[in-house]
């Protein structure tokens, strides 16, 4: 990910358009006209071989003729000149590109690229609109028309959206910040573009058109950091299978599992919406709702504070609606739109109803929605909005007033106004009529100025308080911290699957060596175990060798029976008899599993009947023999499943749903993306139907939730382990109140290693760099923080001295609160590091002893670092050894320089720096502080010397 030379790109200090015209309806002409029209300060400079002046300005024949070096080009000319502009460009030290031509060939693209990368030139396109910053005066595009200033962000793979988005927008007074078309993203793409524009100050919120993703890894970091301080949106092309093709033949790229990108999405902390529609419904949202009691925006606000402070007006995540109309109809439609999309409606509380009594005419709904009755003067809607606004349950208001003759719709606005104001982000409203020149105009128009959204219909205002709160609850799960860790010797999981599971690895590696990818069923719950599932008792018995699997050998077949009966007495009867065969998966397909056998003589009919149904279903299969399993006795229990795959964008996904012989059929199912822990395990059973009956009902007693979540969890840290697997299947797993149980499993192996942590879209917990720390007599751990650490965390910033909190942080804030505290602990571990030491007491309960953290700039050029240890422990060597674990990551990872900022006073730190070879700058005369900077990776030039 790179956002090097982006500032180029938004904020140039001179463009050149290259293939300027002024032939009508030419792309040159329309670019030129658009950024001279747009308001750029800087000078724009035009390139065409065929033209002397335009509009009266020189126009220059060649890139190399021109006199001054343009920061920006913008190239609208025939595809075989863009490689050998870009080359010009880059040899002159222009910065960025924006590649309007289309029609490049696959070679020409790749020209383009290789021009361009020696010189760090960023190129935007080919094949775009084009990217406007109205704040800069810049509109470097062939849009019908210009973008009104505001705060939101728009990125499109799309051109034509992008252009019709414009339309709305000026529909509706709504400004952007950029509006950016990324046409082929040959070098910019989204991930690029997220990491800018999440701190990019005018920036407040950021809307995407999707059709495909790239590089989901870059994708999903840009899109984490992003959403923790602005609102992301998105909306993506291809539910349908042929609007996969049909985006896969627009971009060129795979587009990937529909399912998967909302389950990305969801746990980047995102928005997705289903159509153009609900993207312009969320962005008039997001746009216009504030938190209450808020001003309305400014461009000198933090745009993470607005954020921030927007969402706490919803606190919390928003699941009691209150509908207040003066017409029982609206309020009505209003209600069927929320139960539709699992909005309740909240109960009014007998103190709010006992106030609405007093100013209501008798013949009020007297529930919710609140219907005040069709001849109400504004007083009355007013006493009723603010006895609705005191309801703890109201945590969203929708208000829809239709015209009336007893009084303006602008008058009840106005009257409206301060107690809509006082109620922010929780109201949105629906004005029903022609909100632009009706009777309802004026107060739409009063509401949209003050910051409240206003929408045409009841349904549409519904929908998009279902987005909001939608938003809100993956924003919650964003920053949801695990439980801790019960006491215990802290080990990764996966590293405690790889110390038990050498007979795994090596039955994984045999059935490669056999050239099979299917395991058998007793491999695949041998993998199971060693990960910690339980497994149901199971027992194989083959064929002898000499028999070759063949049914109608009698000797082999007998001996075989009598080793299946032998194996059925020791589990104990009853139990299931299950084929064995390498060229069989679904063995329910040819009858290949008998259930509840009590006795030798039903093994033995059952396991004959099985040879013949097989013998004539699948005459070719080779048999190796049979399973003898025990018979699980639990009635109360549920059948779910649990299954992981490779998804050819976002690498392996965890499936969880309803089990069974049935589960396509029920369809049952929801996917999220690895690692796993408590809490998203948590969420991503809640997402199903199924997870209802888990928590009992009738007689059936609660199943066991934490039992089934550590099993995901499991599977999860289970691909970590084995990137052989590219499909696992438990179907049936058993989850009743007393635990889990895998019925049955099926697992996919794979030599090349598609699956494992490499793959994955989000980077696991690093384990490789826990290290265990002979310190002062005392045993500790140095290792990454993890999201389960922020209780103990929050207990070790505590424990600091205000002094140390000034010489570290330059402030003695000792409060902190909840959301920057889950930044602290949850951390994207492919950008940043964070190492704490811990030592643990007698009963194995762990106690932070000290701190450092490492945060890479997306290029991962520096990372800035900061350490501390407990006020007690300083200057005993703790942050010295947690300072040499942090710099051997870094190293490893790539990044060139570490740089950090240290107060004068601070003389232990200043120490510090020096032994451990950083460059001290000198003392900031007003500040007092020094910057220091260690470089990590040998230089290049002597690196090229050294080779040569």
Known sequence: MSIRNLDSLFQPARIAVIGASDRPASVGATVWRNLRSAGFAGPIDAVNPGRRLLDGQKVFPTVASLSEVPELAVICTPPATVPGLIAELGERGTRAAVVLTAGLDAAQRQAVLQAARPHLLRVLGPNCIGLLSPHAGLNASFAHRAAAPGEMAFVSQSGALMTGLLDWAHGRGIGFSHFISLGESLDVDFGDLLDWLASDPRTRSILLYVEAIHAAPKFMSAARAAARNKPLIIVKAGRSSQGQAAARSHTGALAGSDAVFDAAIRRAGGLRVDTLQDLFLAAETLARGRAAGAPAPTHGDSAAAAFTQALDGLEPPGRGLVILTNGGGAGVMAADAAEALELPLARLSAAT?????????????????????????????????????????????????????????????????????????????????????????????????????????????????????????????????????????????????????????????????????????????????????????????????????????????????????????????????????????????????????????????????????????????????????????????????????????????????????????????????????????????????????????????????????????????????????????????????????????????????????????????????????????????????????????????????????????????????????????????????????????????????????????????????????????????LGEALMRLLIEIQTARGTERMVGNVMDGNDRMLSLMRRLGFELGPSDSTEGIRAGVLRLQPDRGQTERAAG
């Open 353 to 877: 109803v006992a106030r609405l009594d007093a100013v209501l005419p008798a013949n009020w709904s007297r529930s919710n929605p609140v219907d005040i009755i069709g001849d109400a003067p504004a007083p009355r809607y007013v006493a009723a909005l603010e006895a609705l606004l005191d309801d703890p349950a109201a945590e969203s208001l929708l208000f829809i007033q239709a015209p009336t003759a007893i009084v303006d719709s602008d008058t009840v606005a106005q009257a409206l106004m301060p107690l809509a104001l006082r109620a922010g982000a929780r109201l949105v409203s629906c004005w029903l009529g022609d909100g632009a020149t009706g009777a309802v105009a004026g107060a739409c128009r009063r509401f949209r100025e003050s910051g409240i959204p206003v929408f045409e219909t009841p349904e549409e205002a519904v929908r998009a308080l279902a987005m909001r709160m939608n938003y809100r609850r993956n924003q919650t799960l964003l920053m949801q911290a695990p439980a801790p860790s019960p006491p215990k010797a802290a080990q990764a999981p996966a590293a405690a699957a790889a110390a038990a599971s050498p007979a795994t690895d090596a039955g994984i590696a045999q059935a490669l060596a056999q050239g099979r990818e299917m395991l058998t069923e007793p491999e695949a719950k041998a993998v199971l175990a060693a990960a910690g599932i339980p497994v149901v008792a199971t027992r194989e018995v083959r064929f002898e060798a000499d028999t070759g699997g063949r049914a109608d050998a009698d000797a082999g077949l007998a001996g075989l029976i009598g080793r299946a009966v032998t194996e059925a007495q020791s589990i104990g009867w009853p139990v299931a008899l299950k084929l064995l065969s390498h060229d069989i998966s679904h063995k329910s397909d040819v009858g290949g599993v008998a259930l509840g056998l009590p006795d030798a003589a039903s093994l033995e009919a059952a396991l004959r009947d099985m040879l013949k149904r097989v013998r004539r279903l699948r005459p070719q299969a080779s048999i190796e023999g049979f399973t003898v399993q025990e018979m699980a006795r639990r009635g109360h229990a549920q059948e779910l499943i649990v299954g992981t795959s490779v998804d050819p964008v976002f690498g392996p996904v965890i499936l969880f749903g309803q089990g069974g012989t049935a589960v396509e059929v029920v369809a049952d199912r929801a996917l999220a993306l690895p690692p796993l822990n408590e809490p998203l395990a948590r969420d991503l059973v809640d997402r199903t139907r199924v997870s209802r009956l888990l928590a009992g009902y009738r007689d059936v007693p609660p199943a066991d939730r934490a039992a089934l979540h550590r099993t995901l969890v499991a599977v999860s840290d289970l691909l970590v382990r084995w990137p052989e697997i590219v499909e696992l299947d438990i179907n049936p797993l058993l989850v009743d109140e007393r635990g889990v149980l895998a019925l049955d499993a099926r697992i996919r192996v794979r030599a090349d290693r598609p699956g494992g942590a490499a793959h994955f879209a989000i980077q696991p917990y690093p384990s490789e760099w826990v290290r265990a720390l002979q310190w002062q007599g005392r045993a500790l751990e140095l290792r990454p923080i993890r999201p389960e650490d922020e209780a103990q965390h929050l207990a070790f910033l505590r424990s600091l001295d205000p002094e140390d909190l000034r010489l570290r942080i330059f402030q003695t804030r000792r409060h902190i609160e909840r959301s920057e505290l889950a930044r602290l602990t949850q951390i994207d571990y492919a950008r940043e590091m964070a190492l704490i030491a811990v030592e643990r007491d007698a009963q194995g309960v762990e106690r932070t002893l000290g701190a450092a953290r490492a945060v890479c700039d997306p290029d991962n050029l520096s990372a800035e670092f900061g350490v501390i240890v407990r006020s007690e422990l300083k200057g005993a060597g």
